[in-house]
């Protein structure tokens, strides 16, 4: 075995609560497919048989119901449960289920969606023997028009990579920087030359070495991967006491055994690689890697989709972008659409849904089970599951959620419709978010 | 008639002196018949009627698949009659061939033309129905006629020896095999890239930005990850160079020895080699294996067939992991601490020294040789695309040893100051010939050319059966995009594929005659280049 994966879908959603207080983020559906189903598709194309699923009660429930997904995921997927008020970082819940982790190990997150050929990644993992290995993409800012609550102002990511991209040499988040950037003599002398860009999305899609998740056994104090072992593992990588030699005390500890072995074979390795006339730099006299043991890659996306929903915003360019990914019908065959409507080809419309006459669809996403009566006008809209629509309506931009009604004849441009919600007859609201009173208290 | 009559007797001559040479008794009687039978029977007469005996001969010792092979080589080899002796058996038959035209030109007039053109009719005949009847057996016998058009001199010798796929990617034939196997095998297919020189079309060329990996699925199933690891290293040239690709593939199958666990109802030995057979395939798709791999593989293979079946699966695989430790010990380390014992016999204080590229053994001469106290310095010539003189020369300056740094265009500016070259080898061959980084021959050739002695150090376990005496016939080619340079921000042959005209070529290695190695360094100690095939011999005897 050489990966396992692990998927976590135990998030909240933190920075969408409007969408995700009564669906939790796994199961918002993306072009009529819950969320969680696009990092399992990146998996099993991949050729994964078997992943690790850490979420919480409510979604591991919804998973074994939901049909779709049992239909179109052939892997295995192994559910570990944890509480939901747990509060568990990411790095927690690896150390919660470390017994489960035999061999090096990939870490997906729920929300990603992406068509990146995970070779790449890997390969850098697999050739340069590197500790960890993470994906970056490009960031695509979005211009449309979309709901949002409050002015949501991205903390910037500043990442440090060597002159050929593919090392990691510098990463911290502007919000961890007092005054300015701080960058390591010793950083500076061994990679002389350090391109840092602010503009890139971090895939959250780590490949780590089994050692690291015995390190994080050892350090109860790191709780989350992005926040704190990845900045840690990178600076680690050119500090004297690197973490491999705390590795090695451990693996001393627990395979007294195999020590031998081991020691003959990392001598070969050893022997191999000063036979080798290979460096990965030039210009100074160190040798490959200037000796370090651990190593950081990452693989910058250039081009193709990489999104991962975690605010209302990509939430809405994921539903745009995420159906084109995929080669499926858009018009569910379950659909019953009246054949005096319109409905545009970068619509998509789900199962068992009910489209009346004289209706206006154009690059929609209609969630399952959705009646849209007569008249109704839908533009670059959201539609969940079983929304009612009543006549005369006119949606534009706008995100309805689950169960919603909305009255005839309304009006709704750029707003967020809460789950359940019902907007009366005749009503006009522009940029707004209507959700139960219970969720005004959020904070 | 005296014209006629001489030229009968030089054409006598020229039967004699091709029996003769050919040392057939067969064709002695042959002759004594044509003698006896006098002037009817024409040149080609006289050759088909020896070739025919020759064929029924060998015919009754082999299958079908010769005869049909030879009947449609005498078919081909009749009606050039001149010019097929020259090329079947140029050495042999060169100097007969030059007298055999001279005399068959005047020949014909001497025969009835009647029984030449009857002759020739059914020459004719019996070529189309060879031709149809090979049109109709296309199919299931592709290996026969591409062998055959390979091979033609082959015919003499019983046994064609296959020619390795790799040196045949132009003919569709092999290639069609080769996917076959591959796909039996689970390991998926690498294409080439980009524009070959059609002088090199037979061999692959790969990209490194399209890595085997593409195409098996991420947690490696049918692979062992040490092996994809070790197939994704070579590809991308982290492990380079002779010595360290072998030690790292028995460090790879050291892994997979230890992962391995017998199946029920098999055996250990066989089991386990035809485990590896898939392995090495995939290394052979990453990169083509070297001639140390090739004998680390057959040792490992041999080892492995001889484990005794009662043995045990833990025993079993203990014997073997020591076996492959010692093997590198003896082969690499201590073959390196012995090459340098006499190679620092021939470093005197004062010396000058010449490498070449990066070589692990030369390097460790030279250090060892630092370190004895040896005074000398070294002027070391690199070479693009690969520049792995400047690793060379990182190692030496670490250790504290002079260096100078040239490119080979300046060898024979240097070399006037040079007393000795150092090369290491990839490969030695059966017939003497150094097989190593290219450009090695050219400092080779300009070395001799002002009597510089040239010193190939090569540890034993390299030397291989192989015989090649030119640089086309097998090498590796490297991704061509190597060659393309960015200087102050243009690359201006950044779409060298559009230019119908422009192929880039990056040759990985070629080969140097023994006339320009003076000495060739092994752990059995220092011999001369010819003496390669005794070595082999005797490593055979000992196995």
């Known amino acids: ?27 918002l559906p993306v072009g009529n497919r819950p969320l969680i189903w696009y990092p399992l598709n990146l998996l099993e194309r ?31 997927l192994n559910v570990e449960c944890i509480q939901e008020d747990a509060d568990m970082g990411t790095a927690d819940a690896l150390r919660h289920i470390q017994q489960k982790l035999k061999t090096d190990i990939l870490v997906v997150s729920c929300d990603l969606i992406t068509d990146v050929a995970l070779h790449e990644v890997v390969d850098l993992f697999r050739a340069h ?32 990579v060597d002159s050929a ?140 989709t990489c999104y991962r929903v975690n605010t209302l915003t990509s939430y809405v360019e994921a539903n745009r972008v995420a159906p084109k990914l995929f080669e499926e019908a858009a ?34 996403t209609i969630g399952a089970s959705t009646i849209v009566k007569e008249k109704v006008k839908i533009t670059n809209s959201i539609i969940m599951n079983s929304v009612t629509i009543e006549e005369g309506c006119n949606i534009q931009g706008s995100v309805i959620c689950n169960n919603a009604v909305i009255g005839r004849g309304a009006d709704i441009k750029y707003c967020l419709v809460g789950s359940g919600q019902r907007i009366e007859a005749e009503a006009e609201r522009t940029n707004d978010v209507i959700v139960g009173s219970d969720q005004l208290m959020e904070i | 008639m005296a014209d006629s009559e001489g030229n009968e007797r030089s054409k006598q001559t020229a039967i004699i002196n091709h029996a003769a040479d050919e040392g057939d008794e067969k064709s002695l009687a042959e002759i004594q018949k044509a003698k006896n039978e006098g002037k009817e ?36 080899a009749n009606p050039p009659a001149s010019s097929q002796p020259v090329t079947q058996n140029a050495a042999q038959k060169a100097p007969s061939a030059v007298s055999v035209p001279v005399s068959e030109s005047t020949a014909p007039t001497d025969k009835s033309a009647k029984s030449k053109a009857e002759l020739k009719a059914e ?45 045949q990617v132009d003919d569709p034939a092999v290639v069609r095999k080769l996917a076959k196997k591959l796909e039996r095998q689970q390991i998926p297919l690498r294409s080439d890239y980009g524009y070959k020189v059609s002088l090199f079309s037979h061999l692959h060329q790969y990209s490194r930005k399209a890595p085997l990996t593409q195409q098996i699925s991420i947690p490696a199933t049918v692979i062992h990850p040490s092996i994809v690891r070790l197939g994704l290293q070579y590809s991308q040239g982290i492990v380079a160079g002779s010595n360290a690709r072998s030690v ?61 079946s009662q043995c045990k699966e833990e025993e079993a695989k203990k014997k073997l992991l020591s076996c492959v430790d010692s093997y590198v010990n003896e082969k690499i380390t201590l073959a390196a601490k012995g090459i340098s014992k006499y190679a620092i016999d021939k470093i005197s204080d004062g010396d000058v020294i010449l490498v070449y590229g990066c070589s692990s053994l030369v390097n460790h001469i030279l250090c060892e040789a630092f370190e004895k106290q040896r005074k000398f310095r070294v002027i070391v010539v690199d070479s693009r695309p690969r520049l792995e003189g400047r690793e060379a020369l990182r190692r030496l300056v670490n250790r504290g040893i002079r260096c100078t740094y040239v490119l080979i265009s300046a060898v024979s500016y240097v070399l006037p100051e040079v007393s000795k070259v150092f090369l290491g080898a990839h490969a030695l061959l059966a017939n003497g010939y150094v097989m190593s980084r290219v450009g090695t021959s050219q400092i080779a050739l300009v070395a001799k050319a002002y009597n510089v002695p040239v010193l190939v150090c090569c540890e034993t376990y390299k030397f291989c059966e192989r015989v090649q005496t030119d640089s086309f016939v097998s090498n590796e080619l490297d991704d061509p995009d190597d060659l393309i340079v960015t200087r102050k921000g243009k690359t201006h042959l950044a779409d060298w594929q559009s230019e119908t005209s422009l192929g880039l070529l990056n040759l990985v290695y070629d080969v140097t005659p023994p006339d320009f190695v003076d000495l060739v360094i092994t752990e059995l100690g220092m011999i001369p280049c010819t003496s390669v095939p005794v070595v082999l011999r005797v490593k055979n005897v000992d196995q």
């Open chain 2, 248 to 308: 790292a593939l028995l460090h790879a199958f050291k892994q997979v020895i230890q992962d391995y666990s017998t199946p029920p109802n098999e055996e250990l030995a066989r089991d386990l080699v035809n485990k590896l057979k898939p392995y090495i395939s995939f290394l052979n798709q990453c990169r083509p294996l070297s001639a140390s791999m090739g004998n680390a593989i057959k040792y490992i293979k041999k080892e492995i067939s001889n484990i005794p």
């Open chain 2, 41 to 76: 029977l024409t040149k080609e007469e006289k050759l088909r009627l020896r070739k025919e005996k020759k064929q029924q001969k060998k015919g009754k010792k082999d299958d079908k698949g010769p005869t049909e092979k030879a009947p449609v080589k005498e078919k081909t």
């Open chain 1, 1 to 27: 075995m050489e990966l396992q994966a692990v998927l976590m879908a135990a998030g909240g959603g933190s920075r969408m609560m409007d969408l995700t207080y009564n669906t939790p983020k796994p199961l």
């Open chain 1, 129 to 160: 023997n590197a500790t960890l290995s993470m994906l970056m993409s490009k960031c695509t800012s979005s211009r449309r028009r979309v709901p949002v609550k409050k002015a949501e102002r991205e903390q910037r990511d500043f990442v440090g």
């Open chain 2, 123 to 167: 020459r004719r005949a019996r070529q189309e129905a060879e031709r149809a009847s090979k049109q109709a057996k296309k199919e299931p016998g592709s290996q026969a006629p591409s062998s055959k058009s390979k091979a033609p001199p082959s015919e003499l010798q019983p046994a064609v020896k296959r020619l390795p796929e790799h040196i």
């Open chain 1, 331 to 364: 018009v569910h065959p379950s659909a019953v659409i009246s054949e005096r409507s319109q409905v545009g080809g970068d619509s998509i419309i789900g199962a068992s849904c009910h489209i009346a006459d004289k209706t206006s669809i154009k690059r929609s």
């Open chain 1, 46 to 76: 991949a050729g994964f048989e078997e992943v690790i699923v850490i979420t919480t009660k409510e979604v591991q429930k919804a998973l074994s119901t939901d049909q779709r997904l049992k239909l179109d995921v052939k892997m295995k």
């Open chain 1, 165 to 304: 991209g593919k090392r990691l040499l510098f990463m911290a988040n502007e919000a961890d920087l007092d005054e300015g950037l701080i960058i390591k003599k010793s950083v500076m002398r061994k990679h002389p030359r350090m391109h840092i860009r602010t503009g890139l999305l971090d895939a959250h899609l780590y490949c780590l070495k089994r050692s690291v998740v015995d390190f994080l056994v050892e350090n109860k104090s790191i709780s989350s991967l992005r926040g704190e072992l990845v900045p840690f593992l990178v600076r680690k990588q050119f500090s004297k006491t690197s973490i491999s030699r705390r590795e090695e005390d451990h693996s001393d500890q627990s395979q007294k055994r195999k020590d031998a072995t081991a020691a003959l074979d990392e001598a070969l390795l050893q022997l191999a690689s000063e036979r080798s006339c290979w460096n990965d730099h030039s210009g100074d006299m160190s040798e490959a890697y200037h000796g370090g043991r651990l190593r950081c890659y990452a693989h910058i996306m250039q081009e193709g």
